[in-house]
Nanobody, 124 residues
Framework: QVQLVESGGGLVQAGGSLRLSCAAS????????MGWFRQAPGKGREFVAG????????GYADSVKGRFTISRDNAKNTGYLQMNSLKPEDTAVYYC?????????????????WGQGTQVTVSS
């Protein structure tokens, strides 16, 4: 059982930056692919970014490509999402997720463990 805890959310003005962290309880976190998802009010949960177990492969939603960067530090059992040039439409609850596989995937249903989420609000 992997427990994930997100942190780093908050209120920021448009154009600003935030860095989200996802701390994992499992020492074998390095064996899991990781993803970041978000859910805005009244909308479904959507893929934002994913990273393979080694960090060698990453992927992004078109809406965040070039602005967000996913990374991980397996020695610290922690994943990150650096968010730059934030827009009001990025406002959502952000979730990290772990997949018991070396490769990330785009679908919510492919992930085995989820954090509780952290709120990101971008004001215009």
């Amino acid at each position: 059982q992997v427990q994930l805890v997100e942190s780093g959310g908050g209120l920021v003005q448009a154009g600003g930056s935030l860095r989200l962290s996802c701390a994992a309880s499992e020492r074998t976190f390095s064996g899991y692919a990781m993803g970041w998802f978000r859910q805005a009010p009244g909308k479904g949960r959507e893929f934002v970014a994913g990273i393979s177990w080694s960090g060698g492969s990453t992927g992004y939603a078109d809406s965040v490509k070039g602005r967000f960067t996913i990374s991980r530090d397996n020695a610290k059992n922690t994943g990150y999402l650096q968010m730059n040039s934030l827009k009001p439409e990025d406002t959502a609850v952000y979730y990290c997720a772990a997949r018991n596989s070396g490769s990330y995937y785009y679908s919510v249903t492919e992930y085995d463990y989820w954090g509780q989420g952290t709120q990101v609000t971008v004001s215009s």
